[in-house]
């Protein structure tokens, strides 16, 4: 298992930005963004895989992954954020190949979260 430990999440008002970071020890050549609102599941927002993005729907343009390999950390940039942006929001590493890259299964190693309130 790699650790990675998020930074970055914040209060912010509606049409703010944010951008969250994570640390990566260990090696891993994907990564993603995932995040849940309170009695919602978890969804992804982003990943990364060798240099390629994918984007789920909700992250409509708004949304930036990069993955620093000089400095291990993976960013998640979000422009025009929304109340509906509002959830603790994780960084997930290690993919096993077996499911789509943004369905939570697909990835095993997990950080603690960071918070994103968006108020209106």
């Known amino acids: 298992l790699v650790r990675l430990v998020e930074s970055g999440g914040g209060s912010v008002e509606t049409g703010g930005s944010l951008r969250l970071s994570c640390s990566v020890s260990?090696?891993?050549?994907?990564a993603a963004w995932f995040r849940q609102a309170p009695g919602k599941e978890r969804e992804g927002v982003a990943a990364?895989?060798?240099?390629?993005?994918f984007y789920a729907n909700s992250a409509g343009g708004r949304f930036t992954i990069a993955h620093d390999t000089m400095k291990n950390t993976v960013y998640l940039q979000m422009n025009n954020l929304r109340p509906e942006d509002t959830a603790m929001y994780y960084c997930?590493?290690?993919?096993?190949?077996?499911?789509?890259?943004?369905?939570?299964?697909?990835?095993?190693?997990w950080g603690q979260g960071t918070q994103v309130t968006v108020s209106t």
């Open positions: 260990g090696y891993t050549s994907c």
């Open positions: 990364i895989c060798t240099g390629s993005p």
């Open positions: 997930a590493a290690e993919r096993m190949e077996r499911a789509h890259i943004l369905d939570k299964n697909e990835w095993n190693s």
